[in-house]
């Protein structure tokens, strides 16, 4: 069940909803990303297009592929822990982190104050 809050900045009274920072689809393309690293190295010589074999010169790699996959794994991970870090409870209207507990002695002065006050 949902707490009831009050929220200070668009005066919304009703549930919460829990927020979280940052894109769900731009996590979703680091992790493919970094499984197709993972895939790609982890191909057979002869299947890889990325890798020589016999016959075949090896195109000029600027940046490993194992570093390309280490520094997708690391991004993938750090901006998925950012994103569970930066979870909070906040306003269904507006996402407001400022609200108050409908049941707490603030929030009850507050709600009062709202009703007593001419829109």
Known sequence: MALTIVCIRCFHIGPEKVITRGSFLLQFL???GSLFWIALHQLPEYLNPFLSY???ER??????????MVLFLLITIIYSVWRWFFTYNGCLSCGSRETVAAKSSRGKKFIEALEKRDW
Request: aromatic content about 0%; charged content about 10%; cysteine-free.
């Open 30 to 32: 680091l992790l493919l």
């Open 54 to 56: 016999e016959g075949v």
């Open 59 to 68: 195109p000029v790699e600027i940046i490993p592929g194992n570093i390309l």
